[in-house]
Structure formats: C-alpha cells, structure tokens
T-cell receptor, first 115, second 108 residues
Framework: NAGVTQTPKFRILKIGQSMTLQCTQD?????MYWYRQDPGMGLKLIYY???????DKGEVPNGYNVSRSTTEDFPLRLELAAPSQTSVYFC??????????????FGAGTRLSVL | GIQVEQSPPDLILQEGANSTLRCNFS?????LQWFHQNPWGQLINLFY???GTKQNGRLSATTVATERYSLLYISSSQTTDSGVYFC??????????FGTGTRLQVFP
C-alpha cells in the first residue's frame, strides 16, 4: 500500500523560480490537504480539497495555488518562489465522514529551500 | 481562531520511564488528533479522540472536552518513541490547527 506519495523529496529553488509539488494518494480519499512546517513549529494549512474540482484556502495560502482534477492527485504550485517559502511541505488525505474517518494520513514530506 | 498550547515543549527520559504530554485548547472542538513525527519527519496519527479515553498498547489518551484539554500518556518509554508529538484540533471545519509540539528524547 503506497498511501500518500509526495515528490520530490528535496528541492532547491532560486528566488523567482516556479515549481509544482506533487501529491497522489491511492486510498480513494475525498479530502486532501497541503501543510507547511517551519523549523520548530507545528503544521499550518495552506490549501485543502473536499473532492475533485473543489479547493479552498487554509491559514497560509498566499504565494501558492492548487488544483484537483482527479480524486488521486492534488498538486501544489509555487509561482514565484521566495525565501519565506523555505519549509517542509506535507500532503495529507482522509476519507471523509465523521468519527475515525477524520483521521488524516500524511506523505513523507518535501523539503524545499529557496535561495 | 482556536489556540492550541502543548506542554512541556521538551522532555528527556530514560528508557522505561512514563510521561504525560498535555494539550490545551482555547475553544470548543469536535475533532482532536494526536500525531507522532519521528526523527525522519514522518507523521503518524496516534489517536482520534475528541472526547473520552482510548488506549493503544503503551500509549493512551484522554480528552476532557468540557475543560478544554487532552493528555497523552506514554508508559515504559522506548527509544523508538523519540520525536515530536503534536496535538491538532478543529470545530466543524476541515482546518486542523496544530500545536507547536512536545519534543521527546528517550535515551537507553
């Protein structure tokens, strides 16, 4: 079982470059999330999606874009990379519904440095 | 929005010791989860526990929603328990709010 897969694992960008962080899940989950984790901090929600074609902003959406054309994939786009976007990015998913279906499953993360 | 505070921020234990980690939250919640982030960065859900008590092996958790706190108990700690423990909460929304975590180091 692959679960939630993120690529790449590491990336170094120059200021002003763009890139897409990939996230795919094979659990047929409706809900998907993108978080960032700065050193010594908890996770902050960037964007989330409750199903294909539906996305919404989280706490820290500025500088990012997302799309959800399929249930499996939820890419995160950085258009003009800035040093403030240096962070570890996590993708997560859950099935939807109540109770234990709230449990989120995380990918291994993408460590991004913008220099 | 909801504020989440975790204590202690750091904890150092010898193998075999017990510990209690605390999560306080500032408003009503109906979703509370505990996560473990291992030293390699992987996040694993430990408990979904908006209220009540649950146990899973050496770990157990209790949430007293009316008093706005949750506790995570680790008994007979092992070196593999090392890492950061996060509490995350929400109320009628998908937007989980994470605390800043408790960093646990267990030495043999």
């Amino acid at each position: 079982n692959a679960g939630v897969t993120q690529t790449p694992k590491f990336r170094i960008l120059k200021i002003g470059q763009s890139m897409t962080l990939q996230c795919t899940q094979d659990m047929n989950h409706n809900y998907m999330y993108w978080y960032r984790q700065d050193p010594g901090m908890g996770l902050k929600l960037i964007y989330y999606s409750v199903g294909a074609g539906i996305t919404d902003k989280g706490e820290v959406p500025n500088g990012y874009n997302v799309s959800r054309s399929t249930t499996e994939d939820f890419p995160l786009r950085l258009e003009l990379a800035a040093p403030s976007q240096t962070s570890v990015y996590f993708c997560a998913s859950r099935s939807g519904g109540q109770g234990a279906k709230n449990i989120q499953y995380f990918g291994a993360g993408t460590r991004l440095s913008v220099l | 929005g909801i504020q989440v505070e975790q204590s202690p921020p750091d904890l150092i234990l010898q193998e075999g010791a017990n510990s209690t980690l605390r999560c306080n939250f500032s408003d009503s919640v109906n979703n509370l989860q505990w996560f473990h982030q291992n030293p390699w960065g992987q996040l694993i859900n430990l408990f979904y526990i908006p209220s009540g008590t649950k146990q899973n092996g050496r770990l157990s958790a209790t949430t007293v929603a009316t008093e706005r706190y949750s506790l995570l108990y680790i008994s007979s700690s092992q070196t593999t328990d090392s890492g950061v423990y996060f509490c995350a909460v929400s109320y009628n929304t998908d937007k989980l709010i994470f605390g800043t975590g408790t960093r646990l180091q267990v030495f043999p």
